[in-house]
């Protein structure tokens, strides 16, 4: 099973590479009739095959189709890395959220221990954070209490005001560290082996058949002038269409 755009990708790069093929036959070829013994091949056009248009009709199962935009993270990349801002952003409060509490935190959702990301993470993965550091304020704030003067109503007030800011904190970090990290979309999930599209077909389901029409296009290679006198070939500067 893999992803729509990969099936399309090794398709058109299986195209590419027949193309080649066929050229560096072309190749072989052409040095073969140019070497004749008897000089009869000179004489022939070098046979050279291409595929200018092509029609592809490719049957594929539809595994899944994600709902609205997903992107994917490595999970342990996205637990290192939100431990490391989360550290260094709750230091002034004296908190500290644990590698081993964020790593269960991502391991207890289903989509986010497999690295998806979607538009309701931030808020998910926020309030999760901030329900458990609520409950270490909520101790330092029993130790504040219980100190002799502590005047309960200040106690709660501040209470209050900390946890308005921690949560601010880890809006910003948890949102700060997805912007960061390297993320892949998640496209529709198909399934192109024979096996599956026979079985699905024999199931009274039906597959998806996708049309392709490929149009063969060509790039001229444009090559740096050789400096006076050098022996190796003139380096390769760019491509063009042709």
Known sequence: MSELSETLGHLLCEI????MAADRESVRIARQYAEDADGLLRHFPVP?????QLELTLPVVVSQIPEGY?????PDMLIAALSANLKEALKAQSIHVSTTEIRRIVRADANLNQGLVDEQLSTKLTEQLHDHTRRLVERQVAKEAAAPGAGETATASQSAERFKEI???IRTQVNRTLDALPQRPIGISVDARTQQVKETNQGGSFCLNLRLNVTEEGLDMLFEDSAPGQD???ALSRLMPE
């Open 48 to 52: 050279r095959m291409r595929m200018p």
């Open 16 to 19: 590419t590479r027949a193309r």
């Open 232 to 234: 190796k070939p003139p």
């Open 70 to 74: 997903v992107t994917k993270v490595a």
């Open 167 to 169: 949560a601010a904190i």
